[in-house]
């Protein structure tokens, strides 16, 4: 779809921090608070663009301080520009070559002014054809069994059907046993997901999706390491359970690979890793001509990153895989109403731009 020309008058850099209600325990430790930058634009029209990137540098980002400095860089190369979208876009990316949660925030919010100027939504802007609604998965952290039957159980009384436990973070035996034990406690249904953060080996990950193949788990995002891509080509290749790659796409390489269809098969994509909305949309692309179904999850983002995390969703997820944007919950914010789920999915806002009140 065009848009509008843009003419950048102001841009804004502001602070934000939220602390999660509870910490969330995974492989890669506790997460206590996200923590990051807004930016806001301001077009020549009086239209506003607003974005955030909350960076998680052991994920494949840069520092929060990093990110800053990235994006004072950047901000003269956008002053007093003027173009359409990609242009624009085309200069933040040369401006933050090596700094994705920068390029995400300027991303967001240049794709969320352009949207305002065209009247449309941000996931028109991606897809001829958006859909309107998105289902969702709950996220369970890596709690001991009866704690994590007690949260699949409030999830599924809230309208959830696909549920995401945590792994990693304890011996495989264990985390085999909560599994087991959650798939005892409800059934058939709902359908079961799982991530490891990276924790396993390859041949501990391939050990144990043998034994995880009988409990009907519907996927297990990125049971190795970020950096072995081979390691994980040949775990999925070999698991009888659906492997997803997840932060191996924060890696050229790793995207790459996906785009060949010589990765795996389902691929998370997360907008902080890949730079922005663009960058995501583009690797869909790829993937689905490769083969490669594709689900949008956010990084436990606030509203800002939530709301383009939906619209990113609505444009190119499989309709078929719940999408991990259920997680504001966990943070100590209030929610915008379009962004609390209602039985389980969430429906694309009906306002321009993020369909967010822009600040």
Known sequence: MSTPALSIEALRIEPVVWRLREPLRSARGALTERSG???????????RGSGEALPLAAWGTESPGQMRVALEAAAPRLLGASGDLDALLDRVDRACTDAPAARCALDVALHDLAARRAGCSVAALLADAPRTR??????LGADDAAGTIDAALAACAAGFRTLKLKCGADPPAVDLAR??????????????RLDANGAWDERAAIALLERL????????????????LDALARV????????????????PAGRDALARGELTRVAVLKPLLLGGLRAAARLARDARAAGVRCLVTTTFDGPLGTAAALQLAAAIADPELACGLATLDALDVAVPDVLRPRDGWLDLPG????GLEAP
């Open 37 to 47: 930058l807004q930016v806001v634009l301001d077009d020549a029209s009086g239209a």
């Open 134 to 139: 998105v289902p969702l998965n709950a996220v």
């Open 179 to 192: 599994v087991r034990a959650l798939r005892e406690a409800l059934g058939p249904e709902p359908r079961l």
């Open 213 to 228: 193949a009988a409990l009907d788990i519907e996927l297990v995002e990125q049971p190795v390491a970020a950096g072995e």
């Open 236 to 251: 999925a290749a070999r698991s009888p359970v659906t492997v997803a790659a997840d932060e191996a796409l924060a890696l």
């Open 351 to 354: 306002g321009p731009g993020l």
